[in-house]
């Protein structure tokens, strides 16, 4: 049986938790159903984002008008939440291929219990400003019912191209 100070002595070898994950995702993982993550990793260079996350951060900060918080760990602790906007108690989701493979965590049902709208936008293919478009239009009617926007397909398909970051 792996002890915490096991997994701080496998987390030590890395010096990002992309190089954990890729190295040893199995312990990466139980790491991060445990909630230890974060102190195992402390040592660790911050890497906190990801360009199709950021795509979606922007293409919704522009189409709401508003700020969010981003990769926040204090709505549902000691999970992260990649966007989150309280104003409307709407959060997402990025679910990149390779990071959320075996999730045991149910984030839709923590955020359920407090009131809070999960989406999850999944990555399909590496065009990832089309990909995420394409499933915001799929949601948009549930999207303006909780914001009361009258966001339409072409606030979300021409408005917002080229450079997120």
């Not at 030590?12 to 190089?19: C, D, G, N």
């Not at 190295?23 to 260079?45: E, P, T, V, W």
């Not at 906007?85 to 959060?91: D, H, Q, S």
């Not at 948009?140 to 914001?147: A, H, K, W």
């Amino acid at each position: 049986m792996y002890k915490d100070k096991d997994y701080l002595k496998t987390a030590l070898k890395y010096k990002t938790k992309t190089e954990f994950f890729k190295n040893d995702g199995k312990i990466y993982r139980k790491a991060k159903n445990l909630g230890l993550l974060d102190s195992i990793c402390s040592h660790m260079i911050k890497q906190s984002f990801s360009i199709p996350q950021l795509m979606l951060k922007y293409i919704l900060t522009n189409l709401f008008d508003i700020d969010c918080l981003y990769n926040t760990r204090k709505i549902i602790k000691p999970y992260e939440l990649d966007i989150y906007f309280p104003e409307y108690k709407l959060a997402f989701e990025y679910d990149g291929k390779r990071w959320h493979i075996g999730d045991k965590i149910n984030k839709m049902e923590l955020c359920k219990s407090l009131g809070i709208k999960l989406f999850h936008i999944k990555e399909n293919n590496r065009k990832y400003e089309n990909d995420i478009k394409t499933q915001l239009i799929d949601i948009l009617d549930q999207i303006n019912s909780i914001t009361n926007k009258k966001i339409s397909i072409m606030d979300v398909t021409n408005r917002y191209t080229g450079l997120y970051i």
